[in-house]
Every structure is written in structure tokens, then in C-alpha cells.
């Protein structure tokens, strides 16, 4: 069942515990408005987009989410996404994708799929994730340069020439700036982690372009003055084909939204000893991202900074992050005229540290130590994120490290007979004793090892069709077989007919529990005989014995 934490936290609610969540929400709140700006203007948008974003995906999130302390807003992982497709369909585009992206995130939901986002492979994850921060970093030297350049190419590698082209334009004071800013942001993150260090380093930095009057671009020179409340709810303008056309971006959307949220509620879990509902999570990130584009927002998900920075503060429920998305509102209402000075430099620099931050420098390079098939997986997912597109990364990524993995599988799911297994293979003890039996004449036996799965039919197949020729009973062990798929029910039914034809006896031992109920359904208990499929192999030897004496063909 869906059921909000807000709702099982507010029965024991008290006047401390308020007081924490109020002073955690303030300060999340003053740390979350250069970020909603910063991330807003990265996408190619202006900074109110970000802010209604904060405010309204933050207040949903934590009033409908399944974790106690998890912050939501917009975040660096969607730039890349964000800014492809509003430059390509426009603002009306990305309401449109985000709105399918909700409608599957409540889905998730609702379906209960919240463990299964936890399977995407972290290769993918950390090549996406790397990528999408080189990316932003590079997409910050327009105005942590001060280059004058007109709506730069959302491809690295032309960008990177429009960029080279219009060094000259540099303006040596936005660098200065620029430089400031992530130094002393930096600093400030690294020795007075619970101080607002951005908005004060924002607030200085402005202070400093004002007074030395460096001319350098603002935020109310390129996109005019922040409005100063939510705009009214907005429907998009649907249009079929570009519908069409937009169900890729939509489910990078949600995928993004699904794995960055579960991810940041599963630190929060660490950092507080609590467990978050997934499944209420996911529902609560559908309908905030709904509500976030109806009311001129742009796509959200948990944010693992905020979240953490909310944890530090002394939060204890999801009151906390309410308070964090009213306070936007106020400084919304109160401070959009002030807003307006702060330097485009600065918000480029703040996002630079951000970008360093959410790099995974240390997975990237450990990952690279790891056998090639993973560092393959990440180097072509960060490749594809920086040079291609971003869904089609993560999409050729997880199905990459996908065919991959059934690689592996098949390559450790093998069928040996006693002759081809070596003597170092350790057995079990039941098989061990069983292995001192005699077989009788016309009896042959052999042993499947891993997943009966298609990734190993072919393998599978070579074996079976040439075992037990020249017997009549052939004894096939299926102990250490944990899984086993409709592939390896049909390549077993082949072979029991292939047997019957030529009138030998197929007896199988050991069949697990899955397994098992896969033969169930699939009719071949009655094709073998449920007297032919045995527990034990010991079990199973003497069944060949009966019927090698002719005791036992009556009940076959």
C-alpha cells in the first residue's frame, strides 16, 4: 500500500520536533535558491523556472514521498536532458515529456517497482552520471568567460569550436568573478559545511560587481526581472507527432528521476538509521513532476545534497522539507527585485563546483580497474552522454550491460558428464557419496551447472543431442540448476522426445524448487513421468536400475 510518511511521522509529532524541522527547512531553503537558479539557467531557461520548480516539486515530494528527510527540486542530472529537448520542441515540449515521465513515475509506483530501479547497472549509472557533469562544467565557460556569444550549439564538439572561436570576446572580469566563486565556494563547503556559503558567496560576489562596476552580464540583463509568485497552471499544447516523438526523452526523464531519488533516499536512510518506501517515493516523484511543468517548473527529483545538508540541520520529518519549499516562496515574493544582480559568472561557478562534485572521479577510475566488459559499459555510456544523447546512452548502456551479463551467465552455465568434471570440483556430500555408485550397463549420467536459460541454450544443446546415444537411461542432474527459463523448457522438452523416439528413459535429479515449477506448468512432468524426476541422485539411480531390470516400465 501507498501510503505518505508525512502521515505515519505527524502521529507523533511535538513542539522540539518542530523546531528542528523548521530550522532545517530555512536553511535548506536558503542553500536551495542559487541552486534552482543555476540549474534553471543551465538548461537553457530562465532562473524562475527553477525556482517554481523547488517550490512546487519540493513541497509535493515531502508531503506525499516515503522518506522522512528528502529534499526535492531540480538537479543537475536533468541539465543535459532538459536543455536538448526544450531546444528542440521548446518550453511546450518539455511539458509534454515531463508529464509522460510523472504519469510513469506514478506507474512505478503503483506497481511496485521501486527495487527494480535499484538494478541498473552501476557502470551505466556512473558513466551517465560523469558525463552529464562534464556537460554542465562545459556548458559554464560561456559566462564563467564572459564570452559574448549568440544561442551556443547544444553538441560538445561544435560548441567546443564556437567556444574556441569567441575567446577573443573574453571578458577578464567575469573571469575574476567567476574564479572567486568557486574558490570560495569551495572553501566554504569543505570548513563551514551547515553555513549557507553559496547565497553568501553570491550575495558578496554581486556586491563586488555592483561597486567595482565591472559591466559584467546579470541575471536581470539577460532575462529581465523574477516574477515574484507562481504562475497560474498551464496546460501544453498537445501535439500528436511531437508526442510521438518525445516518449524516449519522457522515459530518460523518469528513469533519471526514479534512480537519482531512490539513490538520494537510500543516503538519507544511512545518515538517519530509517527506511524509505520506494514504491510511495517513486508514486509521490510522479505527481510532483506533474505538478511541477503545470505550474511552470521543469523536471525534479530527490536532490542528494539538499537532502544531506537537510539531515545536518537536525531534520526529523517531512515537515522539514514543506518548510524548505515555503521559505522559497517568501524569498520568492521578497527578494526577486534583489535576485536580478547576481552575476551570471557567479551561478556558472557555483555550478562548476557542483559539477566537480557529481563527476564520480573515484567510481570512474575504480571502474576502469574492473574487468573490460564494465569499463567498456562506462567508457561508451560517458561517451554517448558527452558526444551523442543522453537517452541514447543510458538506453545502449543498461542493454549493452545487459548482453553482457547473459555472457557471463552463459559462460558459467555448463553440462559435464562425471568423465569431463574435474577431480578438484568440489561436490556435495550427498553428491560425494552418490559419486561411489556403479552405474549400471545402458545407464548414462549428466550434470547441469548455472542458469538453464537461453544465454546457454546453444551450449546446452551441443551437449544434449549427442549425450546417451547408445544408453537407455539417461540421468540428468539437476541440482545445481537455481533457474531455469521457457528457452531451457523447450530445449529439455526437445530432448525428452528425441529419447522417447529412440526408446530410452530420460530421469532427472534434484530439480530446484523454480525449475521445478517451470516443468509443472509447462506439461513435462507428464511428458517424463513425475516418477522419473526424482529428488536425490541417489534416488535417481536406483530408478534407472528398475528400469534397466524392466521392474519399473510399467510406471513409466
Known sequence: MIAPRILRDLKTYDLPTFRADLLAGLSVGVVALPLAMAFAIASGLPPERGLFTAIVAGLLISALGGSSVQIGGPTGAFVVIVAGISAQFGYNGLVMATLMAGLLLLLFGICRMGDM?????????????AGIALIIGFTQLRDLLGLRMESPSAEFLPRLAEYLAALPTMQP????????????????????????????????ISLAAHFLGSGVETIASRFGELPRALPAPAFPLFDYEMLRQLVGPAFTIAMLAAIESLLSATVADGMTGESHDPNTELAAQGIANIGSV??????????????ATNVHCGARTPVAGIIHAISLALLLALLAPLAGHIPLCALAGILCVIAWNMSERQHFA?????????????VITFLLTVLVDLTVAVEVGIVLASLLFIRRMSEVSTITSPGQRRSTDPLPDEQADAAEQELPDGVEEYEVQGAFFFGAASRFRETLFIA??????VILRMRNVPVMDATG?????????????AGRQLVLSGVAPQPLSVLQRSGMLEL????????????????????????????E
Do not use: W
Open 528 to 555: 517424463i513421468g513425475a516418477d522419473n524426476v526424482l529428488a536425490s541422485y541417489t534416488d535417481a539411480v536406483q530408478r534407472a536400475r528398475e528400469i534397466i531390470d524392466g521392474s519399473g516400465a510399467e510406471r
Open 468 to 473: 546417451g546415444r547408445s544408453s537407455r537411461v
Open 173 to 204: 572580469a567575469s573571469l575574476v568573478l567567476g574564479v572567486a566563486t568557486i574558490v570560495l565556494v569551495s572553501l566554504g563547503r569543505r570548513y563551514l559545511p551547515k553555513f549557507p556559503t553559496m547565497l553568501a558567496v553570491l550575495v558578496l
Open 366 to 378: 575504480r571502474i576502469l580497474r574492473a574487468p573490460r566488459s564494465d569499463s567498456a559499459v562506462l
Open 117 to 129: 530501479i535499484r538494478y541498473i547497472p552501476f557502470p551505466v549509472v556512473t558513466g551517465f552520471t
Open 489 to 501: 523448457s523447450h530445449l529439455l522438452r526437445e530432448f525428452a522426445e528425441s529419447c522417447h523416439r
Open 294 to 307: 503545470l505550474l511552470g517548473g521543469i523536471p525534479a527529483t530527490g536532490a542528494i545534497a539538499r537532502t
